[in-house]
């Protein structure tokens, strides 16, 4: 190990994207920020499906066949939501980390954590290896994506914004979004080929771990394009001139702490509606349909391409009508789509193929827009670490117990009661958006 100029320790990684730099000239275009982020948050989100396609269709079988299949989801979804209760505590340990050894090593910390984490649930016995065991080391590992979702945080969403022109502003928000259909797109294709070609024991016994190992190498390469990024001297400059300086979470709870409440709240109706075309859908059809899981992969395959052009297309529409309004009139949508779209997966496969089309669709649009809104509005010596904290909590809230509650609702009560689930994530975004417009008033005075 190293020291930078900065005084920061620096890892080897961090200095092979520094030559990386120097031989195309040290500078990084715009461009290159955006296929940074885009690469981050793609592999990302590929970890996060990976475990939740795999909760549904080999958790409950491999990890708690000693219950009911639904119960043995019940209890995988219970697991998945602990990611999202440590992310906030791994946002304030990377924090500190961030402060003291440099955002580079931050980084490479955080990303080896959340690709050996993920790699290790590629080798987890089963529960007639060890019994119990299983489940809580599969909990363990959970917990280590979670801390490491916490810090992998870079920034660059912040860098990408500050260098969009004032009527671009909704089109580079979008950018960071491309990562969720992205990753959801390459897993559930990888998955629904995998199921195909094997036989249902082999895919038990060996072929769902695939994915897994699948994960830590895009995980390396993530790491590298985004510190790619992080050691730009334009990047620096940025940092040592305090517009994105990790400040200290107690002080930034005190500064705008109101705010990233308000943040956290303001894209539920998105995150309600994530759930509802993706986890969710899937363990429906695998649990109370006749269906085999790959076709099912293959549609949500499909859709997350109209998820890509919707998100795409959020971009222009919030230059031209504002993002507080579009993220208003999408949630007002929702709401209107809570009211009949979950019924549509009990009316057969053509129903589920409109469920999941529309759905992709509206949720691009609303998605796309989901994190701009807000994290905007903070004060720039408070927005490298107010955005942080409020993508953290607002995960947790809005994402983190979704796929639960929504099995519970609808297993119990019927699909209708998970439409009322959309309903009150569609109430929520637009009662924050209104609070947040007074509050972006109160910080700036």
Same mark, same amino acid.
């Given at each position: 190990? +190293?020291?930078?100029?900065?005084?920061?320790?620096? +890892?080897?990684?961090?200095?092979?994207?520094?030559?990386?730099?120097?031989?195309?000239?040290?500078?990084?275009?715009?461009?290159?920020?955006?296929?940074?982020?885009?690469?981050? !948050?793609?592999?990302?989100?590929?970890?996060?499906?990976?475990?939740?396609?795999?909760?549904?269709?080999?958790?409950?079988?491999?990890? /708690?066949?000693?219950?009911?299949?639904?119960?043995?989801?019940?209890?995988? /979804?219970?697991?998945?939501?602990?990611?999202?209760?440590?992310?906030?505590?791994?946002?304030?340990?990377?924090?500190?980390?961030?402060?003291?050894?440099?955002?580079?090593?931050?980084?490479?910390?955080?990303?080896?954590?959340?690709?050996?984490?993920?790699?290790?649930?590629?080798?987890?016995?089963?529960?007639?290896?060890?019994?119990?065991?299983?489940?809580?080391?599969?909990?363990?590992?959970?917990?280590?994506?979670?801390?490491?979702?916490?810090?992998?945080?870079?920034?660059?969403?912040?860098?990408?914004?500050?260098?969009?022109?004032?009527?671009?502003?909704?089109?580079?928000?979008?950018?960071?979004?491309?990562?969720?259909?992205?990753?959801?797109?390459?897993?559930?294709?990888?998955?629904?080929?995998?199921?195909?070609?094997?036989?249902?024991?082999?895919?038990?016994?060996?072929?769902?771990?695939?994915?897994?190992?699948?994960?830590?190498?895009?995980?390396?390469?993530?790491?590298?394009?985004?510190?790619?990024?992080?050691?730009?001297?334009?990047?620096?400059?940025?940092?040592?001139?305090?517009?994105?300086?990790?400040?200290?979470?107690?002080?930034?709870?005190?500064?705008?702490?109101?705010?990233?409440?308000?943040?956290?709240?303001?894209?539920?109706?998105?995150?309600?509606?994530?759930?509802?075309?993706?986890?969710?859908?899937?363990?429906?059809?695998?649990?109370?349909?006749?269906?085999?899981?790959? !076709?099912?992969?293959?549609?949500?395959?499909?859709?997350?391409? /109209?998820?890509?052009?919707?998100?795409?297309? +959020?971009?222009?529409?919030?230059? !031209?009508?504002?993002?507080?309004?579009?993220?208003?009139?999408?949630?007002?949508?929702?709401?209107?789509?809570?009211?009949?779209?979950?019924?549509?997966?009990?009316?057969?496969?053509?129903?589920?193929?409109?469920?999941?089309?529309?759905?992709?669709?509206?949720?691009?649009?609303?998605?796309?827009?989901?994190?701009?809104?807000?994290?905007?509005?903070?004060?720039?010596?408070?927005?490298?670490?107010?955005?942080?904290?409020?993508?953290?909590?607002?995960?947790?809230?809005?994402?983190?117990?979704?796929?639960?509650?929504?099995?519970?609702?609808?297993?119990?009560?019927?699909?209708?009661?998970?439409?009322?689930?959309?309903?009150?994530?569609?109430?929520?975004?637009?009662?924050?958006?209104?609070?947040?417009?007074?509050?972006?008033?109160?910080?700036?005075?």
């Amino acid at each position: 190990m +190293s020291v930078a100029p900065s005084g920061a320790p620096t +890892s080897s990684l961090e200095r092979d994207a520094r030559r990386t730099n120097e031989a195309h000239g040290g500078e990084v275009r715009p461009g290159d920020i955006a296929i940074g982020v885009i690469i981050g !948050r793609t592999s990302e989100f590929f970890d996060f499906f990976v475990y939740a396609i795999t909760s549904v269709v080999v958790f409950p079988k491999l990890i /708690f066949p000693f219950v009911d299949p639904l119960t043995g989801t019940l209890y995988s /979804f219970a697991i998945f939501a602990l990611a999202f209760v440590a992310r906030p505590v791994g946002t304030m340990i990377f924090t500190a980390i961030d402060r003291t050894l440099g955002r580079g090593m931050k980084l490479t910390i955080a990303l080896f954590l959340l690709g050996s984490s993920t790699v290790a649930m590629g080798f987890l016995p089963g529960y007639d290896s060890i019994g119990i065991a299983s489940a809580y080391l599969l909990a363990a590992c959970r917990i280590g994506q979670g801390l490491a979702l916490g810090g992998s945080w870079d920034g660059l969403p912040t860098l990408l914004a500050l260098n969009a022109p004032p009527n671009r502003r909704g089109y580079y928000a979008m950018i960071p979004q491309l990562g969720a259909p992205l990753g959801l797109m390459v897993s559930s294709a990888l998955f629904a080929y995998i199921i195909a070609k094997l036989s249902a024991a082999d895919f038990l016994d060996w072929g769902w771990r695939y994915p897994f190992f699948v994960a830590f190498a895009i995980n390396v390469v993530a790491l590298f394009a985004r510190l790619r990024i992080v050691v730009t001297p334009e990047y620096t400059r940025l940092f040592e001139t305090r517009e994105l300086q990790p400040t200290p979470i107690a002080e930034t709870l005190r500064k705008v702490g109101p705010h990233i409440v308000i943040g956290a709240f303001a894209p539920l109706a998105s995150f309600a509606l994530f759930h509802m075309v993706t986890v969710f859908p899937l363990s429906w059809v695998f649990l109370f349909t006749n269906e085999g899981p790959e !076709r099912f992969l293959v549609i949500q395959t499909v859709a997350s391409a /109209f998820g890509v052009i919707a998100i795409i297309a +959020s971009g222009p529409i919030a230059d !031209r009508i504002g993002r507080r309004t579009l993220l208003a009139g999408t949630a007002a949508a929702i709401a209107a789509f809570s009211g009949f779209a979950p019924q549509l997966l009990a009316a057969g496969e053509l129903g589920e193929a409109v469920f999941m089309f529309s759905g992709f669709a509206l949720l691009g649009i609303s998605f796309g827009q989901a994190s701009g809104a807000v994290a905007s509005s903070f004060p720039l010596n408070y927005r490298y670490t107010g955005s942080s904290l409020t993508s953290s909590l607002a995960w947790m809230f809005g994402a983190g117990f979704a796929p639960w509650v929504a099995l519970t609702l609808s297993s119990r009560f019927g699909l209708g009661f998970a439409g009322a689930y959309l309903l009150s994530g569609a109430a929520c975004t637009l009662i924050a958006l209104y609070l947040n417009r007074n509050s972006s008033r109160a910080i700036a005075q």
